[in-house]
């Protein structure tokens, strides 16, 4: 069974920083394009950031460009969202997921990749 859990999310003050984690078990990390998404209430899943298989192309939306930070650990079979100057706007689920196709400037989540559940960010003062 393929699972990605996040993990390391809380409640934070703006300014604050958070590393998130996402451990994945039932399939070869290092085989995989990756996401981070992440939502809010009402509304579809927001693409934030890129890696890939290797580490050596990453990505960002322009709302968390030069604040956030993803890396990969292949050997640990873990993905990493370091997140600074984190802001109220910042408040979602975020969820890792697989990423099997590109469009050009980042890679995509399909309908068939994987996700997991997700961990809560909540920013406030």
């Known amino acids: 069974e393929v699972q990605l859990q996040a993990s390391g999310g809380g409640l934070v003050q703006p300014g604050s920083s958070l590393r998130l984690s996402c451990a994945v078990s039932?399939?070869?990390?290092?085989?995989?394009?990756m996401n981070w998404l992440r939502q809010t209430p009402g509304k579809g899943p927001e693409w934030i950031s890129s890696?890939?298989?290797?580490?050596?192309?990453?990505a960002y939306s322009d709302s968390v460009k030069g604040r956030f930070t993803i890396s990969r650990d292949n050997a640990k079979n873990t993905l990493f969202l370091e997140m600074r100057g984190l802001k109220t706007e910042d408040t979602a689920v975020y969820y890792c997921?697989?990423?099997?196709?590109?469009?050009?400037?980042?890679?995509?989540?399909?309908?068939?990749?994987?996700r997991g559940q997700g961990t809560q960010v909540t920013v406030s003062s």
């Open positions: 997921t697989t990423a099997s196709s590109f469009n050009g400037d980042y890679y995509v989540t399909e309908p068939g990749d994987y």
């Open positions: 890696i890939n298989r290797g580490g050596e192309f990453t």
């Open positions: 039932g399939l070869t990390l290092g085989a995989w394009n």
